[in-house]
């Protein structure tokens, strides 16, 4: 799967997080596409996004870069099936086409939905089995109800911990001296 394009300042400050970690370089999936410019840090992020992702967890998944770095952190901490489950139903309620929509339905299933599965989400069982009738003829909304319990299950869980986190606090700092 593609990662989207990231700017070099938050490349440079989850590899600054991993490293922090003791995991190498080697090891360190981020790591590999700051290699060559691990000093640099232009700064296609602000410090004003920054700071809005602190002021509710709307803003941070509203912003440009809050859901790829929320997404790294989540990474970091083993626990990304939820933003992962999130954005892939952004994409899927954009899909015109009614096969390609049936195809992604059975995936999103598959992936996240059936029991056991890989990136299972927590969902309560109605939720579970109102998803299994609906993918049979998927609608734009099928994954509705999901989406929801998923992103507030983010909003109150994953969210506080990321605001303390190393991961943003170091962005912070990061980001101050190159707007001051």
């Not at 602190?54 to 870069?65: C, D, I, N, V, W």
């Not at 339905?105 to 089995?129: H, V």
Request: aromatic share 10%; charged share 25%; glycine share 0%.
């Amino acid at each position: 799967m593609c990662r989207p394009e990231w700017p070099n300042s938050i490349v440079l400050l989850l590899c600054l997080c991993y490293n922090t970690r003791k995991m190498s370089r080697r090891t360190c999936w981020i790591c590999k596409p700051c290699r060559d410019e691990s000093q640099r840090l232009p700064s296609n992020i602000t410090l004003e996004e920054v700071l809005q992702w602190a002021q509710s967890f709307e803003k941070l998944m509203a912003t440009k870069y809050g859901p790829v770095v929320y997404a790294a952190y989540l990474k970091m901490e083993h626990s990304d099936e939820n933003i992962k489950f999130w954005m892939a139903c952004e994409t899927y309620k954009k899909i015109a086409s009614r096969w390609s929509r049936i195809s992604r339905a059975k995936k999103l299933y598959k992936i996240y939905i059936r029991p056991q599965s890989p990136r299972e989400i927590n969902i309560d069982s109605s939720t579970r089995e109102t998803i299994i009738r609906n993918i049979q003829e998927p609608t734009q909304t099928c994954f509705e109800e999901a989406q929801k319990i998923v992103y507030m299950h983010m909003e109150r869980d994953s969210y506080p911990r990321f605001l303390k986190s190393e991961m943003y606090q170091n962005l912070l700092k990061t980001i101050q001296p190159n707007n001051s």
